[in-house]
């Protein structure tokens, strides 16, 4: 009997040295990671110059894993960076007289734009790609000459290809939607889905904003939807759609000036979304699509 009640105890004690709460410094927290993730520079924070720190409160379990952040300040176009960054940290627990307790602290994740390296010859590409670009975009916009914008956009997006895998992601992504609109618009449908599943595959690497993700989906959605690939058309929209609501989310915490376009975009997506899902014999989830689209017309 005096044994299991010195088990009682010890666990007792045990449980609540676990729910005690120690605060730790930076340092303290910094020294307790077991894997650490550099953050992926948002494009366009990169863009726009922005850099600086992320600061998190942070709360670690009695197993090292994190039970809570929360950002207490940086830059808006920082942040959800920082926090898919910190979500793939890990800790080893953090003790009192030999037992595990929580703990909380707060953490930096800070971006440096002169952390970001580009080839050496990264800015004689930029040098061809970007007036061939312009170009392209022009002559999409016009639409007077389709043979003629395809061309020129082919030409900006085999540019674009000459980029480095790790660098210019918003350059190359952007060359490839607008070479396989102006393939699609011409009708070269095979040449517009070979472009557009590039720029999926930019997309994929992590490093793009949502409204850039949307616009590479919804490419690729639209093409397939003309070439009669429903299936893939229905999947990469619905992906599409997904983060067009997430553009027009962050556009409207920061307020950022084209969140009106953003809608537009989403609009047209759940539009033509309806289509394939006609095309599909299913009219209940076409007419979902075509009230949701009205929400931001």
């Not at 730790?24 to 726009?48: C, G, N």
């Not at 970001?116 to 004689?124: I, M």
């Not at 350059?171 to 070479?179: N, P, T, V």
Request: hydrophobic share 40%.
């Amino acid at each position: 009997m005096i044994v299991l009640a010195l088990s009682i105890f010890s666990a007792a004690t045990s449980a609540a040295r676990a729910q005690e709460v120690v605060a730790v410094d930076q340092s303290a927290l910094s020294q307790h990671a077991d894997h650490r993730v550099s953050p992926v520079y948002p494009p366009i924070a990169k863009a726009a110059h922005v850099q600086g720190t992320v600061f998190f409160d942070v709360r670690l379990g009695v197993s090292g894993k994190i039970e809570s952040m929360k950002v207490v300040s940086g830059h808006p176009m920082l942040q959800q960076a920082a926090i898919d960054c910190l979500k793939q940290w890990t800790f080893h627990p953090f003790e009192k007289d030999g037992l595990p307790v929580i703990a909380t602290g707060q953490m930096p994740i800070v971006f440096a734009l002169s952390d970001y390296h580009p080839p050496a010859n990264d800015e004689q590409i930029a040098q061809r790609y970007f007036p061939l670009a312009d170009q392209c975009r022009q002559a999409v916009r016009n639409k007077e000459n389709p043979s003629s914008a395809e061309e020129v956009c082919n030409q900006a997006a085999e540019t674009a290809e000459q980029f480095g895998s790790d660098v210019r992601f918003i350059e190359r992504r952007g060359g490839f939607i607008y070479a396989a609109t102006a393939c699609a618009n011409n009708r070269d449908l095979t040449k517009a889905l070979t472009w557009a599943s590039k720029a999926v595959d930019v997309v994929k690497l992590g490093h793009d904003d949502n409204s850039g993700s949307n616009a590479a989906y919804s490419t690729k959605g639209m093409i397939e939807g003309m070439i009669g690939d429903l299936a893939a058309a229905d999947s990469d929209l619905a992906i599409a759609e997904d983060y067009g609501r997430k553009a027009i989310a962050w556009a409207e915490q920061v307020k950022f000036e084209h969140e009106d376009s953003y809608k537009q975009t989403l609009a047209r997506d759940f539009q033509f979304h309806a289509q394939v899902l006609q095309g599909m014999n299913r009219p209940k989830e076409a007419q979902e699509k075509l009230d949701e689209a009205k929400k931001y017309e």
